[in-house]
């Protein structure tokens, strides 16, 4: 099994960036598609980002498109959240997850099977 380490959330102004990072453990990182996703209060949680076991294949929700950017490096089991141009309403903690061995990356919460415990992100206006 997997275990995973978000990093990197802060205060930032509007107009900012932060990085956040996920260090996974084990020996399967490279494996697992891995996504990130947030929730800010009151809300549903909400998908941010996605990428293939190989890094190839990225995905955005719509809100982020343009400002994130998801990457991975497998040598290092990590994978990154780059967020520029951030606005308030990216207030949220924001948590990493992992997929199954082997499969697909996907954009929906309910197929990852391994959360880190999130990483808040304050955005002030």
């Known amino acids: 099994q997997v275990q995973l380490v978000e990093s990197g959330g802060g205060l930032v102004q509007a107009g900012g960036s932060l990085r956040l990072s996920c260090v996974a453990s084990?020996?399967?990182?490279?494996?697992?598609?891995m996504g990130w996703f947030r929730q800010a209060p009151g809300k549903e949680r909400e998908f941010v980002a996605a990428?293939?076991?190989?890094?190839?294949?990225?995905y955005y929700g719509d809100s982020v498109k343009g400002r994130f950017t998801i990457s991975r490096d497998n040598a290092k089991s990590t994978v990154y959240l780059q967020m520029n141009s951030l606005k308030p309403e990216d207030t949220a903690v924001y948590s990493c997850?992992?997929?199954?061995?082997?499969?697909?990356?996907?954009?929906?919460?309910?197929?990852?099977?391994?959360w880190g415990q999130g990483t808040q992100v304050t955005v002030s206006s």
């Open positions: 997850a992992a997929r199954g061995p082997m499969l697909a990356a996907s954009i929906r919460a309910a197929d990852y099977n391994t």
């Open positions: 084990g020996r399967t990182f490279s494996s697992r598609a």
């Open positions: 990428i293939s076991r190989s890094g190839d294949n990225t």
